[in-house]
């Protein structure tokens, strides 16, 4: 992960970011002469966070309404401990976006399923795993609480394979300059 985020970060930079919003403004124009120039509003560099992630400590929403399966530290049932905290979702959940930030990956990755990370400025991270469905594109800038994906109605995250839930579980990870960082601190 640690490999990826720093990846997709180096994509992002301010250059790539203007060459993509220029493609999609020609690409616009082409296929429709009638339509308005909406390239402009699709720049993350456009919108920034309201407060620092940082500051944001005590404040933020559970993505998902569940029931905490997993904490932070906790073993993992592997050998290992919890780099982030999985939470028991219904089928068909919606995933809402814990905090503003820019959409940095939005897909499948190995074994985490769809994956959805969101980059909240300050070198903070939010990874969520398990989803069934991703509903916003890379680049776009998201606020707390937006939708951002939907929960299906089987097990897909490692999280949930090894609680042994027949629920699907969500898998969230806060991490800081690469780093996994206890999410506890953050959550309202």
């Known amino acids: 992960l640690n490999q990826l985020i720093v ?28 339509r308005p120039d909406f390239a402009a509003l699709k720049d993350p560099g456009r919108l920034s966070p309201a407060i620092s992630f940082a500051s944001a400590k005590g404040m933020l929403p559970m993505p998902v309404n569940g029931a905490r399966i997993r904490e932070f530290g ?34 499948p990755f190995r074994n985490y399923g769809q994956l959805l990370i969101l980059n909240a400025g300050d070198g903070y991270h939010v990874l969520l795993a398990g989803m069934d469905r991703i509903s916003v594109d890379l ?5 707390t609480g937006e939708p951002v994906a939907v929960m299906g109605g089987r097990v897909q995250a490692p999280a949930a394979i090894a609680t042994g839930s027949g629920q699907p579980v969500l898998y969230v990870e806060f991490r800081k300059d690469g780093a996994p960082v206890d999410s506890s601190p953050w959550w309202a």
């Open 74 to 107: 906790a073993s993992d049932g592997l050998g290992g401990t919890e780099k982030g905290v999985s939470i028991a979702a219904r089928p068909g959940g919606q995933i809402t976006a814990p905090c503003d930030g820019w959409v940095v990956y939005a897909g």
């Open 139 to 143: 680049g776009q800038f998201v606020v």
């Open 7 to 34: 990846k997709l970060e180096q994509g992002l930079d301010s250059a790539a970011r203007s060459a993509r919003a220029a493609a999609r403004a020609g690409e616009d124009k082409k296929g429709s002469g009638t």
